[in-house]
């Protein structure tokens, strides 16, 4: 069946740890991805998205994604994470007109 | 500029209840959707609506109907709630589909005794 796929559900990380939170999909052919955050009480935001071109996405508060084609993977990656970093991340890809969401990788770091 | 309002924020059912989830945006977006977010599920589509007029099946529909009332209102009915549906419920908006940024809700959380 396809899926999205994040490995990890909990991590915890000490303040200026990297981050690196996995998203694997199983959807052939032409993929959107997406990655969204929820902080505690408040509602999904979007971090970034990948359509096309460069496949190491920017996207807000210091993080990116890498999108390797071959891997069918849009691993989100943070050099550095802080205490306001505590939130659950959400993997999503847009294939055949529908945006499937993964289970969520909630992140608690820790002063 | 409110967004994406959804109400009400939190609501107990009894098994059997109806009762009916509403949401409004103020972005003038062509797309809706209602999600359902579930521990160690993910959000998970109930129903979507491409632009007005128009309403569409997602994942898992089963127990619900919706009502697309105009471009700003998009509505989630329960008939006959049940257990399995006890679980937080997400309007989300985008502009034009899935590939433009969806903005969402601050969620419903909906507990059926």
């Known amino acids: 069946a396809q899926s999205v796929s994040q490995h990890n559900h909990h991590v915890i990380l000490s303040e200026a740890a990297s981050l690196e939170l996995g998203c694997n999909y199983s959807y052939g052919g032409t993929v959107n991805l997406f990655w969204y955050v929820q902080y505690p009480g408040q509602h999904l935001q979007l971090l970034l998205k990948?359509?096309?071109?460069?496949?190491l996405v920017k996207g807000i508060k210091g993080f990116e994604a890498e999108f390797i084609k071959s891997k069918f993977s849009f691993n989100l990656r943070k050099p550095s994470v802080q205490w306001s970093d505590t939130a659950e991340y959400f993997c999503?890809?847009?294939?055949?007109?529908?945006?499937?969401f993964g289970a969520g990788t909630r992140l608690a770091v820790h002063p | 500029n409110a967004g994406v309002t959804q109400t009400p924020k939190f609501q107990v059912l009894k098994t059997g209840q109806s009762m009916t989830l509403q949401c409004a945006q103020d972005?003038?977006?062509?797309?809706m959707y209602w999600y359902r977010q579930d521990p160690g599920m993910g959000l998970r589509l109930i129903y979507y609506?491409?632009?007005?007029?128009?309403?569409d099946k997602g994942e898992v529909p089963n127990g619900y109907n919706v009502s697309r009332l105009n471009k700003r209102e998009f509505s989630l009915r329960l008939e006959s709630a049940a257990p399995s549906q006890t679980s937080v419920y997400f309007c989300?908006?985008?502009?034009?589909?899935?590939?433009?940024?969806?903005?969402f809700g601050s969620g419903t959380q909906l507990s059926v005794l």
């Open positions: 609506s491409a632009s007005e007029g128009t309403t």
């Open positions: 999503a890809v847009n294939a055949y007109n529908k945006l499937i």
């Open positions: 989300a908006s985008s502009e034009e589909g899935y590939n433009e940024k969806l903005f």
């Open positions: 990948y359509f096309s071109g460069d496949p």
């Open positions: 972005m003038n977006h062509n797309s």
